[in-house]
């Protein structure tokens, strides 16, 4: 295995992250040109990778976003029947005290 320069190798990184950061909107094509072809080569398979996993975050997240928002009258519905529930709950437990408080009372 060949000893490699530790410093060359912290300047190319820090030249290529700011490459990198440079060109997030590019897809193909690298707006600094005075660059190791290495470099290039390296940023635009990250640029690659890193627009690939962003298409498929995109097209994840609006999946969810449609199906959320085809749920919100379910939810709605959901809360509406809870608290019918809730209500005809609590009417029985009215009804229920006011027999024991009638049946205590001589």
């Known amino acids: 295995m060949e000893v490699q320069d530790k410093p060359a190798l912290i300047k190319d990184t820090e030249e290529a992250i700011k ?5 997030l909107e590019n897809l193909s094509l690298l707006k600094s040109a005075d660059q190791k072809p290495k470099i290039k080569q390296v940023v635009l398979e990250a640029l690659k990778q890193y627009h690939t996993a962003n298409e498929k975050d995109r097209e994840f997240m609006l999946k969810n976003m ?3 928002a085809e749920r919100i009258p379910q939810l ?3 809360a509406i029947s809870l608290l019918q ?3 005809k709950h609590v009417e029985k437990e009215i009804e229920k005290k ?3 408080s009638r049946e205590t009372i001589p």
Request: a negative charge; proline letters at 0%.
């Open 19 to 23: 490459l990198f950061d440079q060109n």
């Open 66 to 68: 449609v199906a959320s």
């Open 76 to 78: 709605y519905l959901l």
């Open 85 to 87: 529930a809730f209500a």
């Open 98 to 100: 006011e027999k024991n």
